[in-house]
């Protein structure tokens, strides 16, 4: 690649309008440099004098090119320099050779490198690298302007629908408990509006559907790329797993489903947080409640294996294709056989982000029509 096609790349992947200033009297190998239309780039050349440059007309630069006669001048050029661009990004090479003496004071002054010897490939590898090093300077703090503003919208969209979720709720369960309601409709015609039992308690069950998928993307959020605090202790995983089956009883009930219990009081002690464990087997359990016919049967099993507790929540369902089995983790992901329901994907890979806080694998194993089965593992308590 020659000097001028190096050039336009390395400024080009740095801005989206790249622009190279040359500030001072270039040597004769470098004149072909001042041809604008040589390179796709805008080149700016403020000549020996230096004066008032970048005037407001002039565009912000990507790369400065300084060549000075005079070593003595050039602390003062590059301080200049500095300050004209200001707080906006910009390269400074000299391609005046400086004193070894005035070095560090040339990179307080704002000297980004130096070239002891113009050559125009070697020229061409310090901005290519020096533009990747800025690029990605770039990136990391637009990444990071734009994380803290989905935060807060996140947060503050969560409020404003958490509010009116509540209120509704509040009011919805006040009518079922009957109060501020008649136990049965008059004859006398007024503004109340009578409902059923059944259709008050689906409008609560809706209720609470729509607050568990705002809790869920706030904990997506707040979990993506930060690793999830813990209070780890020792647990029983026999008596946590029975607090798990207690908590599904309604929702077993009404999907005429069984939930099977293989978990030996032998096991050893795993060291783990006993809240965020108990979620992942209340999802796990209430996934396939949720995602297959009634009757099906859900089996929590448990065993010592390699040093790890490798747990399991297995059903006779309808399971999902081979295919489907590496995306089912991913954030917003929904199988096919999973499409028809509410919700936006986001609970296997909050399970996920659970276990891998423990420092655990999850898994999933599923075939149609054969069922399906999730594995993950805990670590040993270190006393066990």
Known sequence: MTLYG???YMVAVASEKPVLWIVGEPDASLAAWLKADAIDCEVVSFGAGFGAIAPPSIPSPSVIL????????????????????????AIIISLTAPDPAQ????YRAGMTDYVMTLHPQTLATRVQAHLAQQQQVCYAQRLQRAQHSVQLMLHAVSHDLRIPVLGMQMVLKNLLAGIGCCAQPTSEPDDRIWISRSLLERMVAGSDRHLTLIDA???????????????????????????????CMPQVQKSQAALIQQVPPTLPLVFADSDQIQ???????????????????????AEHHDGAIQCSVIDNGVGIS??????????????PALSHTQGLGLGLYLCQQIVQAHGGTIGLDSTPDAGTIVTFTLPVHPAA
Do not use: W, Y
């Open 6 to 8: 190096s050039l336009h």
């Open 66 to 89: 300084i060549h000075v006669p005079s070593v003595v001048d050039l602390p003062a050029r590059c301080a200049q320099l500095r300050q004209q661009v200001g707080d906006r990004p």
């Open 103 to 106: 070095i560090d004071m040339l």
């Open 217 to 247: 993307l706030v904990d997506a959020h707040a979990s993506e790329g930060r690793s999830r605090p813990l209070a780890c202790q020792p647990l029983a995983l026999d008596s946590l797993v029975a607090t798990v089956a207690e908590h």
């Open 279 to 301: 979620r992942l087997l209340e999802h796990l359990v209430g996934n396939a409640l949720k995602h297959n016919p009634p009757g099906v049967q859900v089996m929590i099993r």
């Open 322 to 335: 081979p295919e489907q089995h590496s995306q089912m983790f991913q954030l917003s992901c929904k199988g």
